[in-house]
């Protein structure tokens, strides 16, 4: 497994070119070149259902729900279990969905994770939530200082101060832990439904890619060749941060003669961590290569590097992203790559394989065999 539990990292380079908030009603204001996030302000009547009255909402710094209009950032309900729920955000003219991809569980403010990762389908943006100061509240805790950064491809990072409040409302503290795994009723357990777990890929059938050498744990972040640094901080500095701190240092396989392929930590949160894939010569020297996921046909989205719960199969070239939906993972997005030879010997990922599972219906079954969209072979 290419991840372990650990902190979740806080992305540097959002905040070396954010913009502070500004502005009576909207906290940003689109340049006419189109590269600035609109970030805008909405108000109570613009809030998501709310089964259980259980969220985390941030406003403006310099706003208060409770007697202006227009206030809310962000604003996220709890289903009953205590799973996140789609949040929502105002970007421009329209409403963004947001999904809980990862929080923090080593670093702690008054007793939340200190951080929140979210992103939404379409378009991809990232947000990142940083709680600093959180006070005592029983079962509503207030958030009295927090930012929000938000991440577009092309398009300049945007940093927003806030304060906000997170839990239920006249009731008890709620379970800031990831749920645990949803046990099948008897009748529908199998050996493909039982606790979530990732694939194993033991009843693959589809093409392979280029076989690796067993998998070599870096000592350290040291052993991460420059050329290779410097291209992920050019190119996927929005989903990897190596200079954070991390539970583990990542990993090299052996391609062949010529190359090297890594595996970098990017960040781990609750439920679920990202890796990115990267190249090199054998042994390494002054060229490198950031891998790019390829997208399904037809899908225009921004090129994304990082790879959900990674998992390698050596002897199979093949390489498995799983993004769990919620914690209880019973639903999500699988893919499944290979490794090959490109254009030019260029070493690449090939999309053979996308299933996704919309319905989170409590029953955690294996992601290969979750519904089919596309396969390539």
Known sequence: MGFKMGRLAVWAALAISAVLVSGPVTPAHAQEDGTDIDLKLFGTKDLPSNPTGCHFALWQANRDPATDKYAYLFYL?????????????????????????????????????????????????RVLVELLKVGDGGSM????????????SKKFPFLAGARGEYGCPGKGPMNLQAPPPAEPPAEERSENSDA???????????????????????????DIPVP????????????????????????????NNNY?????????????????????????????????????PGNLADESYGVMNAQVFNDKGLITATEFGRGLGDC??????????????????????????????????????????????
């Not at 709890?78 to 799973?83: I, L, N, P, Q, V």
């Not at 979530?196 to 890929?201: F, H, S, V």
């Not at 010997?345 to 596309?374: Q, S």
């Open 77 to 125: 309900p709890f289903s009953e279990d205590g799973a996140p729920l789609k949040a929502r955000m105002k970007i421009g003219d329209e409403f963004i969905e947001l999904y809980e991809i990862a929080q923090s569980q080593e670093q702690t403010v008054g007793g939340l994770p200190r951080h929140f990762a979210y992103r939404s389908d379409n378009p991809r943006y």
């Open 196 to 222: 979530i777990k990732l694939p194993d890929m033991a009843r693959w059938t589809g093409p392979t890619g280029l076989p690796l050498g067993p998998q070599r744990l870096l000592a350290s972040a040291d």
């Open 141 to 152: 805790a207030p958030v009295t200082e927090a930012d929000i950064y938000v991440v577009r």
């Open 260 to 296: 090297l392929l890594w595996e970098l930590p990017c960040f781990t949160g609750a439920y679920q961590g990202s890796s990115a894939f990267g190249v090199t010569q054998n042994p390494p020297g002054d060229w490198a290569n950031v891998l790019v996921l390829p997208t399904l």
């Open 228 to 255: 290779l640094r410097q291209a992920l901080f050019k190119y996927a500095y929005q989903e990897c941060d190596l200079a954070a701190p991390s539970a583990w240092n990542g990993a090299s396989y052996v391609v």
């Open 332 to 377: 999500g997005i699988y893919k499944v790559f290979r490794l090959t030879d490109g254009p030019g010997e260029e070493i690449e990922l090939e999309l053979l394989e996308y299933r996704e599972k919309i319905d989170c219906n409590g029953t955690a079954n294996l992601p290969e065999i979750w519904p089919l969209v596309f396969r390539s072979y």
